[in-house]
């Protein structure tokens, strides 16, 4: 029988640290928030600055991409989030990015544009706002990224009407900074007051503007108290805010809806028609509900998603706030709000708006961000391994180079064709994940980039694979396989593009289908290198067979005889035995002297500094070793023996071996190692066959 959970030890666990709960909960007077302010200044950012800020404080790494100097921004990696959400590929996106953030955080002009980020579905558009929205939330919670709103607090039943019937507090409804309570003509005296004698780059300037209700309230205490400000603002209570997308605090949401059923007050506020009888009025401030996404989004930011399917009248409201800061209630005057508009938009959204003179204003008022997708195997691997590891999988594991084959399948699909014909689409995947070529330099896999058009912009989303490789998971359980194998996903991502939703062009389904068997012709040559390094990974054999070949090259270039260790005879150089090894990396015959001299070269440079040479320092050597030791052992091993019922215990033993190499060498399980030795038996046994 299990213990009962002790809930309170959790609880008073979860609490201690009764300062930090203390801080997080701060009220004050207005004067006491002033105070605040003037030791950490930054508690008065606008919203551009304080995400700018949160990006930059999670740290960044600088690293230089085929010439191009990258800054990568660690924010984007979610690890508050355990990577749920983390952004993979997209360093340079966004780069450009956080720069417009940077510029805007600056007042250089790209804080009154609506930043639009532009790509094909899937590409992480999404996403990025959602870690945004988040790391928001997360960085309200943070000292570094506290801020405060205020709320007006009236005991005096003289004046008590202000607030409402029988309303003692009245929140700001906006979440405003309390500054904004100044008044224009003072705010360049407090802003020098606070400024005076600070350190670091950042300058408190007050700017915003306070809401219609706060306006109201504000207005009717100052003729109260006959412009007495001092004791206006001892109605005012400080309190430290926190953003959140579900209590609606700071982060505001806009999904377009039936053309018909939209309204613009989902964006603005709308009348509460219950109180207009206590107040007498529709134009009454409190009597309205500030809580559309503008309004609520106020302090943090607001997300447009397929921003440009809104319609007409939406996006009037949009160029208003983007250039102007302000929002139109329904009938009240223009309302203030700081917040960052970020929208998103597919490929033929933005086509649509390209071509539409209507919309002249607002392509003038926006900063897009394009958001490809990734066209680097090693981050596109990425994204699968995040929900398909080990960890999140029970009773069933995936084989070796599964997910790194549906991914290579979905770059090649977003990849333009090369117009170097010698050029193949799988080499220029190659090349861009860092693999070199011969006759390929740095340069070169620039100008590759240059002279594409559309590259990342079409193709396979991750979302299809992700679906995919789902499948063939629940299909492996349902047949017991134990295994997901890359042909049983490779086999998914082809039934599928039949009911492709996205694709309706057959001779681009056509396209891809033979892409797949790019993919599959590589898988095989992956599989067949693996099998043979699992046979021929005998480091003494390795060993032995490389010191006879130096032997012979020594001999050979230095026209010498070689001892043969079994007949004590002087013979010459085995210039069959050297052949063999050479063939394997297809050296030709005339440039076999240049090759061996560079291995003879190679090793008296080594002997100088007092170093031994070893085959695994020349990875050509070592390939071909492996590969004319592999020749040796295969027919003893009898690997073709696998795909017969017939194994006799000598050869049963050997290929034992080779499966438990494959096991702790590749990172195969039982069921995945014997597959792919069968697999391999097969090929080599048609290889036989084709052979006699």
Same mark, same amino acid.
């Given at each position: 029988?299990?213990?009962?959970?002790?809930?309170?030890?959790?609880?008073?666990?979860?609490?201690?640290?009764?300062?930090?709960?203390?801080?997080?909960?701060?009220?004050?007077?207005?004067?006491?928030?002033?105070?605040?302010? =003037?030791?950490?200044?930054?508690?008065?950012?606008?919203?551009?600055?304080?995400?700018?800020?949160?990006?930059?404080?999670?740290?960044?790494?600088?690293?230089?991409?085929?010439?191009?100097?990258?800054?990568? @921004?660690? +924010?984007?990696?979610?690890?508050? &989030?355990?990577?749920?959400?983390?952004?993979?590929?997209?360093?340079?996106?966004?780069? $450009?990015?956080?720069?417009?953030?940077?510029? !805007?955080?600056?007042?250089?002009?790209?804080?009154? %544009?609506?930043?639009?980020?532009?790509?094909?579905?899937?590409?992480?558009?999404?996403?990025?706002?959602?870690?945004?929205?988040?790391?928001?939330?997360?960085?309200?919670?943070?000292?570094?990224?506290?801020?405060?709103?205020?709320?007006?607090?009236?005991?005096?039943?003289?004046?008590?009407?202000?607030?409402?019937?029988?309303?003692?507090?009245?929140?700001?409804?906006?979440?405003?900074?309390?500054?904004?309570?100044?008044?224009?003509?003072?705010?360049?005296?407090?802003?020098?007051?606070?400024?005076?004698?600070?350190?670091?780059?950042?300058?408190?300037?007050?700017?915003?503007?306070?809401?219609?209700?706060?306006?109201?309230?504000?207005?009717?205490?100052?003729?109260?108290?006959?412009?007495?400000?001092?004791?206006?603002?001892?109605?005012?209570?400080?309190?430290?805010?926190?953003?959140?997308?579900?209590?609606?605090?700071?982060?505001?949401?806009?999904?377009?809806?039936?053309?018909? &059923?939209?309204?613009?007050?989902?964006?603005?506020?709308?009348?509460?028609?219950?109180?207009?009888?206590?107040?007498?009025?529709?134009?009454?401030?409190?009597?309205?509900?500030?809580?559309?996404?503008?309004?609520?989004?106020?302090?943090?930011?607001?997300?447009?998603?397929?921003?440009?399917?809104?319609?007409?009248?939406?996006?009037?409201?949009?160029?208003?706030?983007?250039?102007?800061?302000?929002?139109?209630?329904?009938?009240?005057?223009?309302?203030?709000?700081?917040?960052?508009?970020?929208?998103?938009?597919?490929?033929?959204? @933005?086509?649509?708006?390209?071509?539409?003179? +209507?919309?002249?204003?607002?392509?003038?008022?926006?900063?897009?961000?394009?958001?490809?997708?990734?066209?680097?195997?090693?981050?596109?691997? &990425?994204?699968?391994?995040?929900?398909?590891?080990?960890?999140?999988?029970?009773?069933?594991?995936?084989?070796?180079?599964?997910?790194?084959?549906?991914?290579?399948?979905?770059?090649?699909?977003?990849?333009?064709?090369?117009?170097?014909?010698?050029?193949?689409?799988?080499? $220029?995947?190659?090349? @861009?994940?860092?693999?070199?070529?011969?006759?390929?330099?740095?340069?070169?896999? =620039?100008?590759?980039?240059?002279?594409?058009?559309?590259?990342?912009?079409?193709?396979?989303?991750?979302?299809?694979?992700?679906?995919?490789?789902?499948?063939?998971?629940?299909?492996?359980?349902?047949?017991?396989?134990?295994?997901?194998?890359?042909?049983?996903?490779?086999?998914?991502?082809?039934?599928?593009?039949?009911?492709?939703?996205?694709?309706?062009?057959?001779?681009?389904?056509?396209? @891809? %289908?033979?892409?797949?068997?790019?993919?599959?012709?590589?898988?095989?040559?992956?599989? $067949?290198?693996?099998?043979? %390094?699992?046979?021929?990974?005998?480091?003494?054999?390795?060993?032995?067979?490389?010191?006879?070949?130096?032997?012979?090259?020594?001999?050979?270039?230095?026209?010498?005889?070689?001892?043969?260790?079994?007949?004590?005879?002087?013979?010459?150089?085995?210039?069959?035995?050297?052949? !063999?090894?050479?063939?394997?990396?297809?050296?030709?015959?005339?440039?076999?002297?240049?090759?061996?001299?560079?291995?003879?070269?190679?090793?008296?440079?080594?002997?100088?500094?007092?170093?031994?040479?070893?085959?695994?320092?020349?990875?050509?050597?070592?390939?071909?070793?492996?590969?004319?030791?592999?020749?040796?052992?295969?027919?003893?091993?009898?690997?073709?023996?696998?795909?017969?019922?017939?194994?006799?215990?000598?050869?049963?033993?050997?290929?034992?071996?080779?499966?438990?190499?494959?096991?702790?060498?590749?990172?195969?399980?039982?069921?995945?190692?014997?597959?792919?030795?069968?697999?391999?038996?097969?090929?080599?046994?048609?290889?036989?066959? $084709?052979?006699?």
């Amino acid at each position: 029988m299990s213990s009962s959970i002790n809930l309170r030890s959790i609880v008073e666990k979860h609490q201690q640290g009764s300062n930090k709960k203390t801080a997080m909960h701060w009220t004050g007077t207005f004067n006491e928030y002033l105070e605040l302010v =003037k030791k950490n200044p930054k508690l008065a950012r606008n919203s551009y600055q304080r995400m700018y800020d949160m990006i930059m404080e999670a740290g960044t790494e600088e690293y230089v991409d085929f010439k191009k100097h990258v800054i990568r @921004y660690k +924010f984007f990696d979610d690890k508050q &989030n355990n990577g749920k959400d983390a952004i993979f590929g997209l360093d340079v996106q966004l780069m $450009k990015f956080v720069n417009i953030l940077k510029a !805007a955080s600056l007042g250089y002009g790209t804080e009154k %544009r609506v930043i639009l980020l532009h790509g094909p579905v899937g590409s992480a558009k999404s996403s990025i706002c959602r870690v945004l929205k988040k790391g928001l939330e997360d960085y309200s919670r943070t000292d570094t990224g506290a801020l405060f709103t205020f709320e007006w607090v009236i005991e005096d039943s003289k004046i008590q009407h202000l607030l409402g019937k029988d309303v003692k507090t009245f929140h700001s409804p906006m979440n405003e900074e309390p500054l904004w309570l100044i008044p224009d003509d003072m705010r360049q005296a407090v802003a020098d007051e606070i400024n005076r004698s600070q350190d670091g780059d950042y300058r408190v300037k007050i700017t915003g503007e306070l809401c219609p209700p706060s306006r109201f309230i504000f207005k009717g205490l100052m003729d109260y108290y006959e412009g007495d400000l001092m004791k206006v603002l001892n109605h005012v209570r400080v309190k430290r805010m926190f953003i959140s997308e579900a209590d609606r605090v700071g982060i505001g949401t806009f999904q377009p809806k039936d053309e018909k &059923n939209q309204d613009s007050t989902e964006l603005t506020g709308d009348i509460n028609y219950r109180k207009i009888a206590e107040y007498g009025s529709d134009s009454d401030p409190r009597a309205f509900n500030f809580d559309g996404e503008f309004n609520v989004a106020n302090r943090g930011m607001i997300e447009f998603v397929e921003v440009l399917k809104l319609d007409v009248a939406f996006l009037y409201d949009l160029l208003g706030a983007s250039q102007e800061h302000r929002i139109k209630p329904k009938k009240f005057a223009q309302t203030y709000i700081d917040e960052v508009i970020i929208g998103h938009t597919n490929e033929p959204e @933005y086509r649509r708006l390209q071509d539409n003179e +209507f919309m002249e204003a607002l392509r003038d008022r926006t900063v897009k961000v394009d958001v490809p997708y990734i066209t680097r195997l090693k981050q596109e691997v &990425n994204i699968y391994k995040k929900d398909f590891n080990s960890q999140k999988l029970r009773g069933i594991s995936i084989a070796p180079h599964t997910i790194e084959m549906a991914a290579m399948w979905a770059i090649l699909t977003r990849l333009e064709k090369p117009k170097k014909a010698n050029l193949t689409r799988l080499q $220029k995947l190659k090349l @861009y994940n860092g693999k070199t070529l011969a006759n390929y330099t740095e340069d070169n896999v =620039k100008e590759l980039r240059k002279e594409t058009l559309r590259e990342g912009l079409d193709g396979i989303s991750p979302r299809y694979i992700q679906d995919k490789l789902s499948n063939a998971l629940v299909m492996a359980q349902q047949m017991n396989k134990g295994s997901v194998n890359p042909f049983m996903v490779m086999n998914e991502l082809e039934s599928g593009l039949k009911h492709h939703s996205l694709i309706s062009d057959e001779e681009r389904k056509q396209e @891809y %289908r033979e892409l797949l068997s790019v993919v599959k012709q590589e898988y095989e040559e992956i599989i $067949k290198g693996e099998v043979q %390094r699992a046979i021929s990974a005998d480091e003494g054999a390795l060993q032995r067979l490389c010191a006879n070949y130096i032997d012979n090259v020594k001999a050979y270039t230095q026209k010498e005889k070689v001892r043969n260790q079994f007949t004590g005879q002087d013979d010459d150089p085995d210039e069959r035995l050297m052949r !063999a090894i050479e063939e394997k990396i297809e050296i030709p015959e005339s440039r076999k002297d240049d090759f061996r001299r560079e291995i003879m070269n190679y090793i008296g440079a080594l002997s100088l500094d007092g170093k031994k040479f070893n085959y695994k320092m020349n990875e050509r050597l070592h390939k071909a070793l492996e590969l004319k030791l592999f020749e040796d052992q295969k027919d003893s091993i009898k690997l073709t023996s696998l795909v017969s019922s017939v194994t006799d215990k000598d050869t049963q033993e050997k290929i034992e071996i080779v499966k438990s190499r494959l096991i702790k060498d590749f990172g195969y399980d039982e069921i995945s190692a014997t597959d792919v030795l069968h697999y391999v038996a097969s090929i080599f046994a048609r290889g036989d066959v $084709k052979n006699k």
